[in-house]
């Protein structure tokens, strides 16, 4: 076997100016020394935590993102070395004059010189050994990093390609053409529920993850293994830190704050850490059209506690409680719309308010037994509670006029009125009990399996309408009957309470092919749900193939069934009533991924290439109106999207992760059989990029930068209505947000003096985010008002937020 060698890139450290041309003076002095700084990572570029790095006779260990700083004598050749068990060990050097700083970026890969029988030697992809395969991970570093609207880690994966959100206020997101419910969340290996009344992004708050707990996220934009469950479009794969002794986090802001709490025992049996949230968007949300008094108030806490019984027994706890109330009092709105050569002008004057409530719990106790080296077992005891309302009361007179260039009204079309009413409550509880295991049968092949039993019970009163009036006449849809004065109505008191059954088990195999390196994993899933008696069996597997070439290549192949059984929502028809007929809706993946890893200016990057094809099977047709998503609850349609996603990745500054994205996709529906339409969540063309950068004379001075312009989605169409007779499609989203931050306390240049204030801290930061720093109003949904004298139907756009400031600081200790 060809020995694995060492790739080592020295950064060579210069002068320039950042990306958004700020000029800063200032600088460290050393007398008689130089400075050696950097990071050091594995084969995949994640961090490598508690490298020994020795100089002469003294030595440190790398942080826990890998990153080190060091004092070397200046104007003598001093070498240092890296060392880290079961990698290559490196050295290099030095010889710098006075005040001279180095920068390194050190790659130690895995120490293979002894692998010669197969039977004895692991070949190893990535050195995470809780990452999917087919997956990208996010440190947490990262999900730290950059401005966020909704405090959770969905802001940095609405920047990787395969992400599509038209909507800075939700932290739910659209995978490849799928909707908001077709992805699978997990913490600690537990399925995590959304609320199920959200219908915008202004009553949802908080995402539920806590940045501020998490090591580590992997994610999975399709083609993902067996162990997983059932949904069509990805998986969001968390896991929350353990910390080994006192660490703490706190963060204030014009929008709120949070506080987190970590601590570990001596003996290293015990961890835990807790974390609070608070969030305010009043702010924020005053950028919004119209003049409406907004009180939005949301706040979390969450806590994962983690014991060692013994050296066979672990047990661990996750907790969450979240709650969010959305207060609305609208005062007037004027909404400019329609073309160049036609611009209209919708006025609107309403009367009444709305007042939400979301409550959520969820809650799991794990514990783990290991045997001995080679078998994982595992059981899980969870629940989840959420209890909804959402209450409304509005009433609205509008007027529809035409205007010219300059805003004034030229004609008027259309008076009318509208009232919109809703009394809706939701109680869902589902708990359950799963097993896990793992069995390792050697180095390179291990055998996964789980059985997971739950029992739902949902509970909804539903009760909502809509009356259009125009000159004194209530207009009523024809589509809901002859007799109907309303223009919309539902109504419906349902008590649904089920149990479902899953299981599943998966083989992965790593082997020599020639001079390849070859990873396979197969696996076979299977459901039961006991509502409609329905079981599916969901095939998948995966191929990787590593050739021995000088360029550093992956080859990836995946495909796999992939069925949604229906939740609560996806069986209740538009009227209200249930569909105890409905069957899961199923998506056929088939990936092809390219991997390269090559160096640039000195510095090692990453592209990834993925193209896809997903057939879709059983759709249920839905709705979508701003993030909620109505079915209309009948398997009576098919379809199909592929696409291309390429994503660069690497340190295009030196010391900090940046990437760019691109990609082009098309996702169609055909229902009842006539012909192809573009589903409601169709992608088309996408770019982002997450980029972070520093003065080169300043590093303490950081700059982060959200950038993303995607087409349009289709604009949806009002329910009960044809969804053929509606298949355009909104503006482009165009957003770019940038952050800005100054480190006045860290612990590689900037430690405070002994005895200081300062000193209590690791770090101590100010920032300033820009949201939508350009203005940019785009386009979320949008409004039906219909003009009973030429019974058009307008499409008036909701806007979404403006350009916003907060200010923030953060103390770690």
Do not use: C
């Not at 028809?573 to 056929?588: E, V």
């Not at 949904?781 to 916003?804: E, K, Q």
Request: proline share 4%; glycine share 8%; no cysteine.
């Amino acid at each position: 076997m060809k020995k694995t060698t060492l790739l080592p890139t020295m950064l060579h450290s210069k002068k320039y100016l950042s990306t958004l041309g700020f000029t800063l003076l200032g600088g460290v002095l050393f007398a008689q020394t130089a400075q050696v700084t950097g990071k050091v990572v594995d084969e995949n570029q994640q961090p490598l935590a508690n490298t020994e790095v020795v100089w002469q006779d003294q030595s440190i260990f790398t942080d826990a993102e890998g990153n080190f700083k060091i004092q070397i004598p200046s104007n003598e050749s001093v070498t240092v070395t890296f060392h880290h068990e079961g990698r290559l060990e490196y050295a290099e050097t030095f010889n710098l004059k006075d005040n001279n700083r180095k920068q390194l970026f050190v790659l130690l890969a895995p120490d293979t010189r002894n692998s010669i029988d197969l039977k004895a030697a692991e070949i190893t992809f990535q050195s995470n050994k809780n990452k999917p395969f087919q997956s990208t991970t996010l440190s947490a570093a990262q999900m730290q990093q950059g401005p966020s609207l909704t405090g959770g880690v969905t802001d940095l994966l609405k920047t990787l390609p395969f992400v599509n959100s038209n909507t800075e206020l939700s932290s739910q997101y659209m995978v490849r053409g799928g909707n908001y419910d077709e992805n699978l969340i997990y913490v600690n290996g537990i399925e995590i529920y959304k609320p199920q009344l959200i219908r915008n992004g202004e009553q949802e708050g908080l995402g539920f993850v806590n940045p501020y707990m998490t090591q580590f996220v992997n994610f999975s934009a399709g083609g993902w293994e067996a162990k997983y469950g059932d949904k069509m479009s990805s998986v969001l794969d968390i896991y929350y830190k353990r910390p080994k002794k006192f660490e703490g986090q706190l963060e204030a802001s014009l929008m709120g704050g949070s506080l987190t709490l970590g601590t570990g025992s001596k003996n290293q049996k015990f961890s835990a850490i807790v974390g609070a949230r608070y969030q305010n968007r009043n702010l924020i949300l005053n950028t919004l059209d119209g003049d409406t008094n907004f009180n939005p108030e949301y706040y979390d806490v969450q806590a994962n506690l983690n014991y060692q019984l013994n050296e066979k027994w672990n047990v661990n706890f996750l907790g969450t409680v979240s709650r969010s109330r959305f207060e609305m009092i609208p005062n007037n709105r004027d909404t400019y719309f329609g073309t160049l050569t036609n611009p209209l002008l919708l006025t609107v004057h309403y009367n009444g308010k709305e007042d939400d409530r979301f409550g959520t719990e969820t809650g799991s106790l794990t514990f783990n037994y290991k045997p001995n080296e080679k078998l994982d077992l595992g059981i899980d005891a969870f629940a989840y509670h959420s209890k909804e309302r959402e209450y409304f009361d509005i009433q609205g007179a509008y007027l529809i006029s035409e205007v010219d260039q300059e805003g004034n009204t030229m004609q008027t079309y259309d008076v009318g009125a509208q009232i919109d009413h809703a009394r809706n409550n939701f109680d869902a509880l589902v708990a359950g009990v799963q097993h896990r295991g793992k069995y390792k049968i050697n180095t390179n092949n291990d055998i996964e399996w789980g059985f997971k039993f739950q029992q739902e019970d949902i509970r909804d009163l539903l009760n909502e309408w809509q009356v259009i009036d125009s000159l004194g006449y209530s207009v009523s849809n024809p589509n809901l009957g002859d007799g109907m004065q309303l223009n919309y109505y539902v109504n419906a008191r349902n008590n649904v309470k089920s149990n479902r059954v899953s299981g599943y088990a998966q083989y992965s195999t790593k082997f020599m092919w020639n001079d390849a390196k070859v990873m396979v994993n197969v696996g076979l899933r299977s459901s039961y749900w006991d509502y409609n008696e329905e079981t599916t069996f969901s095939p998948r597997g995966q191929v990787a193939i590593k050739p021995d070439w000088e360029k550093d290549m992956l080859f990836r192949f995946a495909a796999g069934v992939y069925y949604q059984p229906p939740f609560y929502r996806e069986m209740r028809r538009l009227d209200g009533t249930l569909n105890q007929d409905i069957k899961s809706q199923q998506s056929i993946h088939f990936i092809l991924g390219h991997d390269y890893e090559f160096t640039w200016m000195n510095r090692p990057f990453k592209l990834t290439t993925e193209a896809y094809y997903k057939m879709l099977n059983d759709l249920n047709p839905y709705f979508v109106d701003n993030v909620r998503v109505r079915y209309q609850a009948h398997n009576n349609s098919e379809g199909y999207a592929y696409g291309v996603d390429m994503r660069l990745f690497g340190q295009f500054v030196p010391g900090v992760d940046s990437w760019f994205s691109a990609s082009y996709a098309r996702a169609y529906q055909n229902i009842d059989n006539r012909g192809d339409i573009p589903l409601p969540t169709d992608p088309r063309f996408k770019v982002s990029a997450f980029f972070q950068d520093y003065m080169d004379f300043l590093p303490s001075f950081k700059v982060n930068v959200n950038l993303i312009y995607a087409s349009g989605l289709p604009n949806g169409a009002p329910q009960f209505t044809d969804p053929y007779s509606y298949t355009s499609y909104l503006q482009d989203y165009k957003r770019v947000d940038i952050g800005f931050v100054k480190e006045f306390v860290n612990q590689k240049d900037l430690k405070p003096s002994a005895g200081s204030f300062f000193s209590k801290f690791k770090e101590v930061s100010v920032g300033l985010d820009i949201f939508n720093i350009f203005d940019i109003r785009n386009e979320i949904s949008n409004t039906w008002i219909t003009d009973v004298n030429t019974s058009n139907v307008y499409a008036v756009p909701n806007r979404l937020t403006g350009r916003f400031l907060n200010a923030k600081v953060n103390f770690k200790f």
